[in-house]
């Protein structure tokens, strides 16, 4: 039998490793182990951006079980085109819909994001895909000179107009209509500590911490893409 391999004192991700089930999982055990025997029952789909800043479970006080999560470079969502391709994130909004019957979708942005600056610099000529990813963004992008607050705009701009594309999804649309799934949209804004939620009624996002929701989404009431509210 093969001695254990002295660990590499160098290798960080390795202690990490080692720390988690050395010292997380024993206090958390037997959590693993419900969620094992009777499988997974997340109530919240989170597409959110990839930026390592943004961390779902912190914002939302939530740990293993309780998030479904899609995360992609820069929080968006391909439009449903039946085109049954290799599309990660619409696999995952499918899943979360038709096999966990999710009640909530959130679509999480945030301030500073990389994948929106670069949506209006351009990306590096040889990143192809990444070139076409962030056209799922063009519609959010405003014409002028990339400032501060202009980001800031786009980047909520964009987590609106994702919150729409979910909408084209049959699965998402019928239960949405069908009262049991909701879908807010998010604005987290990294330097204040703050999510700012989506209120359909103000067509604005609104601070967490002086909103009665967690966010309204587009729907309902139904909101056409000049922003008019219709009701039902
Ligand atoms: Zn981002």
């Not at 039946?82 to 994130?89: E, F, K, N, P, V």
Request: charged share 20%; proline share 7%; hydrophobic share 40%.
């Amino acid at each position: 039998m093969n001695e254990p391999a002295l660990p590499d004192a160098t290798d960080e991700l390795l202690q990490r490793l080692q720390r988690f089930h050395a010292d997380y999982f024993p206090l958390h055990q037997q959590r693993f182990q419900d969620l094992v025997a009777q499988g997974q029952h997340p109530k919240t789909l989170f597409i959110g951006c990839s930026d390592s800043r943004l961390v779902p479970y912190l914002l939302t006080g939530t740990g293993p079980g309780e998030l479904f999560i899609v995360r992609n470079v820069g929080a968006l969502v391909p439009p449903f085109d039946g085109s049954h391709g290799l599309h990660g994130t619409m696999a995952g909004i499918e899943f979360a819909v038709l096999q966990l019957h999710v009640q909530r979708i959130i679509v999480c942005g945030h301030s500073h994001c990389g994948a929106i600056r670069t949506a209006y610099e351009g990306a590096p000529e040889e990143a192809k895909a990444l070139q076409s990813w962030l056209k799922l963004a063009d519609e959010a992008l405003l014409p002028v000179r990339p400032s501060p607050e202009a980001l800031l705009r786009t980047e909520q701009r964009s987590v609106v107009l994702q919150l729409e594309r979910l909408m084209d999804y049959p699965m998402v649309r019928r239960e949405v209509e069908a009262g049991r799934l909701t879908l807010h949209g998010w604005h987290y804004v990294i330097e204040e500590g703050e999510v700012h939620v989506f209120d359909v009624q103000r067509g604005d996002f609104v601070p967490a911490s002086l909103s009665s929701h967690s966010g309204t989404g587009p729907f309902p009431p139904y909101v056409e893409h000049d922003g008019q509210i219709i009701s039902e």
